[in-house]
């Protein structure tokens, strides 16, 4: 029996795109968007500061040193999150349904500047119970230890966990843990998927 649903928040209840940052970094330093992405990637910037290795403001600072960007905390952030789109994947009203009946629990690979913006912008994240979040447990997604914090914050064995990710590894990991874990694809897929495994979604 499922007890707590785990979803994954990037590109399954929020959508974004990092070309959007991308092209404001372009605007700030005249470099293109392959370049960007490669020197981003070569510094292993991404992972640090999703691993809680790197505070905001240390990150911000080495982005632009790597870049050659001469530019404020202030006006970083606002480029930096303008990644995520306005509407989400799934609705308030379907996940306000699950809280009623099941532990609702987010698990992502993330970074603080990035979360506390989409905590300020996307209110259907107050229906969620736990949140474990890779830059402050120090892991990331596919690690088995960050599923171990999932199923503890679930309060639940693991095989009464079922988790959505859009990354088939982070599905295949979780279920290398002992969870039941989809790929998502779509809301109405998710949707089928809970039906399927007797969840009640209203």
Known sequence: MIKSIIFDLGKVIIPFEF???YRHFEAHTGLTTPEI?????????????????LEPPEFVERV?????????????????????LPD???TEEFLEGLARNYKLVLLSNTNAIHFEMIRET?????????????YRVGVMKPSRAIYERAVAASA???????????????????????LHAVQFLSAGQAESELVARGVRIR
């Open 19 to 21: 070309e959007r940052a």
């Open 37 to 53: 992405r490669r020197r981003l990637g070569e510094a292993d910037l991404y992972r640090q500061f999703e691993s809680g290795l």
């Open 64 to 84: 632009g040193g790597c870049l050659g960007m001469s530019i404020s905390y202030e006006d970083f952030c606002p480029m930096w999150t303008s990644i995520f």
């Open 88 to 90: 989400p994947l799934l």
């Open 122 to 134: 996307y209110p259907l994240l107050r229906h969620f119970h736990e949140f474990v979040l890779s």
């Open 156 to 178: 639940c064995q693991a095989e009464e966990c079922l988790f959505f990710d859009d990354m088939a590894e982070n599905v295949e990991a979780a279920r290398e843990a002992g």
